[in-house]
C-alpha cells in the first residue's frame, strides 16, 4: 500500500460539562496518520467537509485516491459527495451493519479514548479541543508507535516510505 491510496474516515462523540463534541477525522490508511480532522458541537456533513478538506490541504491526492467510510447520512451529504468529486476523490462506503470494513478508523477512536480522554474531566469544549488538538499533532502522529507500523510513529513511518520512494 501507499500513502493517500486509501482514507478512512468516522465521526464520534465526546463528553463535555458543557455537552457533546463530535470530532470527523481521515486518516492516512497506510501510515495511520491523521491527515485531517474538524470538531464541532454538531454531527453535520459540514464537519466531515471540514476534516476532508483540512486533509485534501495537506495531502497530495489522485484520481486513485479512495475515501472510505461507513453509511451514515453526513457521509452521503451531498456537500460531502460534492466536495469529494471536487477533489475527485473516488468514494467508497461500507456495506450496511458491517463493522469491519471501517474499523482502523474505529481503532484509532478507541486508542483517542483510552489514551487521551478516559478519565478526563472537561469543563468546557474548548478544552477538550485543545486536548484533542494536542494529542492528534503533538503525539499520535509524530511519536506514538505503531505494532502495524513496525513499532514507527505515523510520521516516522511516512518518512521512512518517502525515503525509499527517492531510493
Given at each position: 500500500?501507499?500513502?493517500?491510496?486509501?482514507?478512512?474516515?468516522?465521526?464520534?462523540?465526546?463528553?463535555?460539562?458543557?455537552?457533546w463534541?463530535?470530532?470527523?477525522?481521515?486518516?492516512?490508511?497506510?501510515?495511520?496518520?491523521?491527515?485531517?480532522?474538524?470538531?464541532?458541537?454538531r454531527?453535520?456533513?459540514?464537519?466531515?467537509?471540514?476534516?476532508?478538506?483540512r486533509?485534501?490541504?495537506?495531502?497530495?491526492?489522485t484520481?486513485?485516491?479512495?475515501?472510505h467510510?461507513?453509511?451514515?447520512?453526513?457521509?452521503?451529504?451531498?456537500?460531502?459527495?460534492?466536495?469529494?468529486?471536487?477533489?475527485?476523490?473516488?468514494?467508497?462506503?461500507g456495506?450496511?451493519g458491517?463493522?469491519?470494513?471501517?474499523?482502523i478508523?474505529e481503532t484509532?477512536?478507541?486508542t483517542?479514548?483510552?489514551?487521551?480522554?478516559?478519565?478526563?474531566?472537561?469543563?468546557?469544549?474548548?478544552?477538550?479541543?485543545?486536548?484533542?488538538?494536542?494529542?492528534?499533532?503533538?503525539?499520535?502522529?509524530?511519536?506514538?508507535?505503531?505494532?502495524?507500523?513496525?513499532?514507527?510513529?505515523?510520521?516516522?513511518?511516512?518518512?521512512?516510505?518517502?525515503?525509499?520512494?527517492?531510493?
Amino acid at each position: 500500500m501507499q500513502l493517500n491510496q486509501l482514507w478512512s474516515s468516522d465521526i464520534t462523540y465526546l463528553w463535555t460539562k458543557e455537552g457533546w463534541l463530535y470530532l470527523a477525522v481521515v486518516l492516512d490508511v497506510c501510515s495511520r496518520k491523521v491527515v485531517g480532522y474538524a470538531i464541532s458541537q454538531r454531527m453535520t456533513g459540514t464537519l466531515v467537509a471540514q476534516a476532508v478538506q483540512r486533509a485534501v490541504y495537506q495531502r497530495t491526492v489522485t484520481r486513485e485516491t479512495i475515501f472510505h467510510s461507513d453509511r451514515g447520512s453526513q457521509f452521503g451529504s451531498n456537500e460531502v459527495t460534492m466536495l469529494l468529486k471536487e477533489f475527485q476523490l473516488r468514494q467508497s462506503m461500507g456495506a450496511t451493519g458491517s463493522c469491519y470494513d471501517n474499523a482502523i478508523i474505529e481503532t484509532f477512536f478507541h486508542t483517542l479514548k483510552v489514551e487521551a480522554i478516559h478519565g478526563e474531566k472537561f469543563e468546557s469544549r474548548k478544552e477538550l479541543e485543545l486536548h484533542i488538538f494536542d494529542y492528534i499533532e503533538c503525539f499520535y502522529n509524530t511519536q506514538r508507535k505503531h505494532s502495524a507500523l513496525g513499532y514507527l510513529s505515523p510520521e516516522q513511518c511516512e518518512q521512512q516510505l518517502l525515503k525509499n520512494y527517492v531510493d
